[in-house]
């Protein structure tokens, strides 16, 4: 489409600038299919064989062929039997999983503005088609292939699609010829490009797979990164099977040394790898996160990228951006000077891209409120902006801070100029008055954001804003209040060992003053401008950082080197950021937030995305996050501790010249009717006290640090070392399958019991009502437990070496899961007491 005149591009496409009619886009939705590059997902029959492809399966099933071979015939139809059950478990979990992933992607599909039937209208992307006309912004990501009907100023990141990371300069009225290649097609835009500055009207001519972005995307299906947790659990669970194959490899060999029979030594060593290794984690985590991100989207909070949510707890850094976030972002002029009233309100008018038509609302809230000024001064913008034509723009600049246009009208060529009164005073004829910064300075000491407006009368149109000079004809105050309840969530956050640091492109009175009004700044404290940034080095910022509330006058790249600083010193940050420029420091963060109602490279760019624009809502966020850290690393210690006591157990008995305590397909049977029925349902856990009390920690400290370790160490060798005795002074008042059904049945009771205690971090007597509360899903799970229990050793004893036991016998079951609650509520006890004080 490129070498066709826009005339001839409407032509072939069958459409006119007024769009096409509803009618005719539905017929197009059925030809072309929707606008998205479909995502490959695998087949359920693949999902259900994978369940069988872990290691610790394959290992289990050579178990039970080995059983079959060497004539444990019951043995075999146990481990298989057992395999198919935990496959349809994790089949099931990952089905559930996948399909609360998928509902919550689509919660958040960008939308883009068409014409349809000659009015504008708002659609998701999925229903753009060939032919529609589409109206894109400063900030938009172009979302489908696009020949220019119109466009101004425009610029276009296209790093996506050429790898060269200079935006592009666009131009609608270009006609090439038809070889040009893709990086010269100056006048189309490009699926999945971003626009860094101006706006442009054009035409759909392919969507889809059909777009130069799903060519490529057919060639490469990328898989997800693995998220930092599952790397973590990934590197740990394979130094912890290492360490479980030399344990048992020297146990086989002791075994045998003691005249024991090599086929069961050799089963009980794979059975107990497998039971021991705590496989279902992963799948855990990921119900973990699914749920904490189905309780996020409840509360304004819309998770795009899954592992994100692992992090969100751990934030010790929130960088914000001010406007819309921590103010209202409903601006209103508050204040202004004037020294040439006609030419202000010429500035205001003409300089001004914004709109307000049958009540709407169209443009950026600071020109917005603009025109209600205009309106409330009695000044007809509408009627001006009719009388002074439009012949050259320049959008508003990042770096330079300021917008231009150039009007024609019967008194001549005319520039007018807004921006910061420091970009401006630079271009003045003659030295800025004095007058000008002490008027600039008092306006922003009362919290009001400044723009300065200049005029320049020209003889032509000129090649650069820089060849400019201007006259300033005013000053303009507007207020932007702070949002209700940011005041208490910066306290909230700050209680919570979470330092906020505002970064924002207003002057440094302005930026100060808003800090003050919700807290974010107080004696003590510093407030920098950007350009001073570039007096430290890294780690001397570092050190500032500690103490730095309020950075103003940033650019894109001073938030950029904030958060890559702080990362760097091992520091986690959350960036808040709703424009195209926030978009690299939002790549980079820990976990970079979107705002709503921002612009859709900001959406990309960002792992979640808050509807409602508001600190409160991170803030909350983040005590979503602590919550969702903490049950997954309760989870850990659950399964860790009940691996390491069944370990503990079978060695002390062997290293003791005892017979096995607990045979190879008892400890799988174990392994499904407490770690499979119960570690589920973590996820589900509510939060003891408040989380914003406590101060942040380290993912790696909570997951697997020295406390947890000495928790899972505890618990282990309590169970291992009690139910050794146990089952010592069992073999010498009952035969030995008596005193191996008893240990079966009590090591099953004994897990329960540490699924049970390690729900809260509260000892468990403290409130037992509130106890319970926590998560009732925990008892559900014993319930299932029990029942399948029961039905093991009442109907099918011979399939687990079990034999049924008398009334005199029973009591010996609950002997050691007794021991086991109460020595873990003790050392609760004492943790709480400590706390306490």
Same mark, same amino acid.
């Given at each position: ?763 468990? *007597? ?5 106890? $319970?509360?926590?998560? +009732? &899903? /925990?008892?559900?799970?014993? @319930? %299932?437990?029990? #029942? ?11 399939? *687990? ?5 008398? $009334?005199?016998?029973? +009591? &010996? /079951?609950?002997?050691?899961? @007794? %021991?086991?609650? #109460? ?15």
């Amino acid at each position: 489409m490129h070498n066709f005149s826009v005339e001839q591009v409407l032509s072939i496409l069958k459409t006119d600038i007024n769009g096409l009619s509803q009618e005719e886009s539905k017929e197009r939705l059925k030809i072309y299919g929707p606008n998205e590059i479909e995502e490959k997902e695998e087949s359920k029959l693949k999902i259900f064989l994978r369940q069988f492809t872990s290691p610790f399966i394959i290992i289990l099933m050579v178990a039970g062929l080995l059983a079959f071979f060497l004539g444990g015939l019951k043995d075999g139809l146990v481990v298989y039997g057992l395999l198919l059950i935990n496959g349809f478990i994790g089949f099931y979990q990952e089905i559930k999983a996948l399909a609360s992933v998928k509902a919550l992607k689509n919660l958040t599909l960008p939308t883009v503005r068409v014409l349809r039937d000659g009015k504008e209208i708002e659609i998701n992307i999925k229903e753009l088609v060939p032919g529609d006309i589409v109206l894109l912004f400063e900030g938009d990501v172009v979302p489908a292939d696009i020949r220019l009907i119109e466009s101004v100023g425009l610029m276009v990141d296209e790093a996506i699609l050429t790898g060269e990371s200079i935006p592009v300069e666009k131009n609608a009225s270009i006609i090439l010829n038809q070889d040009v290649p893709v990086h010269e097609r100056i006048n189309i835009l490009f699926k999945g490009t971003t626009i860094v500055r101006g706006k442009a009207i054009g035409v759909v001519f392919a969507t889809g797979e059909n777009t130069e972005l799903g060519k490529i995307a057919k060639r490469m299906q990328e898989k997800p990164p693995e998220s930092p947790l599952t790397k973590a659990l990934g590197d740990f669970g394979k130094k912890w099977i290492f360490v479980l194959i030399l344990i048992l490899t020297f146990l086989v060999i002791i075994g045998i040394l003691q005249g024991r029979e090599a086929k069961s030594l050799v089963f009980f060593a794979i059975a107990q790898l497998v039971s021991a290794v705590p496989e279902g984690l992963p799948i855990v985590v990921t119900i973990a996160l699914v749920v904490g991100a189905i309780r996020l989207s409840k509360e304004k909070v819309l998770v795009k990228h899954l592992p994100a949510v692992e992090t969100l707890g751990s934030a010790t850094y929130i960088c914000s951006d001010k406007t819309g976030t921590i103010t209202v972002g409903k601006l209103r002029v508050e204040d202004y000077v004037s020294y040439n009233k006609e030419k202000l309100y010429l500035a205001a008018a003409l300089c001004n891209d914004a709109e307000i038509y049958d009540g709407k609302e169209k443009g950026d809230p600071l020109e917005i409120s603009l025109l209600y000024w205009l309106e409330k001064e009695g000044i007809d913008w509408n009627y001006l902006r009719n009388k002074y034509e439009k012949i050259w723009e320049h959008p508003f600049d990042t770096k330079l801070r300021l917008m231009a246009v150039v009007v024609k009208s019967d008194v001549g060529i005319e520039l007018y100029i807004k921006g910061a009164l420091e970009s401006l005073s630079t271009m003045c004829e003659s030295a800025c008055p004095e007058e000008v910064f002490t008027n600039h300075d008092k306006l922003a000491e009362e919290g009001l954001r400044v723009l300065a407006f200049g005029y320049a009368k020209l003889d032509k149109v000129p090649e650069s804003i820089k060849d400019v000079k201007i006259n300033l004809v005013g000053l303009v105050g507007f207020l932007d209040p702070p949002k209700e309840g940011v005041k208490e969530s910066v306290e909230i956050a700050k209680n919570a060992g979470i330092r906020v640091i505002m970064i924002t492109g207003d002057n440094l009175l302005t930026a100060k003053a808003i800090a003050k009004m919700v807290s974010i700044f107080s004696d003590g404290d510093i407030a920098i401008e950007g350009k001073d940034l570039e007096k430290y080095s890294d780690k001397e910022l570092y050190q500032h950082l500690k103490n730095i509330t309020v950075v103003a006058r940033a650019t894109p790249e001073d938030k950029y080197r904030i958060v890559k600083v702080l990362q760097s010193n091992k520091e986690i940050v959350a960036v808040t950021g709703d424009g195209v420029n926030d978009v690299p420091a939002l790549r980079v963060a820990d976990l970079g937030v979107a705002m709503g109602s921002g612009s859709q490279a900001a959406k990309d760019a960002a792992k979640m995305i808050i509807t409602d624009n508001n600190l409160s809502i991170i803030v909350n966020a983040v005590k979503s996050g602590r919550l969702i850290t903490k049950n997954i690393s309760k989870v850990i210690r659950y399964l860790l501790s009940t691996n390491l006591f069944e370990l503990t157990y079978n060695s002390l008995a062997i290293l003791m010249g005892l017979p096995l305590p607990l045979y190879a397909t008892q400890i799988l049977w174990i392994n499904l009717v407490t770690d499979g029925v119960q570690d589920k349902a973590y996820p589900f856990t509510k939060y003891e006290g408040d989380p914003m009390k406590e101060k942040p920690k380290k993912p790696e400290k909570v997951f697997t640090g020295k406390e947890q370790f000495i928790k899972v160490a505890y618990n282990g060798l309590i169970m291992g070392i009690s139910h050794f005795f146990l089952f010592k002074y069992l073999l010498n008042i009952y035969s030995y399958e008596v005193a191996l059904t008893l240990s079966f049945i009590s090591a099953v009771i004994s897990q329960w019991s540490v699924g049970i205690q390690e729900i809260g971090e509260k000892p468990f *007597f403290k409130n037992p009502i509130e106890y $319970i509360k926590l998560n +009732p &899903y /925990i008892y559900l799970g014993i @319930f %299932i437990g029990v #029942i399948l229990q029961i039905i093991a050793i009442s109907l099918i004893p011979h399939y *687990f070496h079990a034999v049924k036991l008398t $009334i005199n016998e029973l +009591p &010996y /079951i609950f002997i050691i899961p @007794f %021991i086991t609650f #109460i020595m873990i509520e003790i050392r609760k006890w004492i943790s709480y007491l400590k706390s306490a004080k």
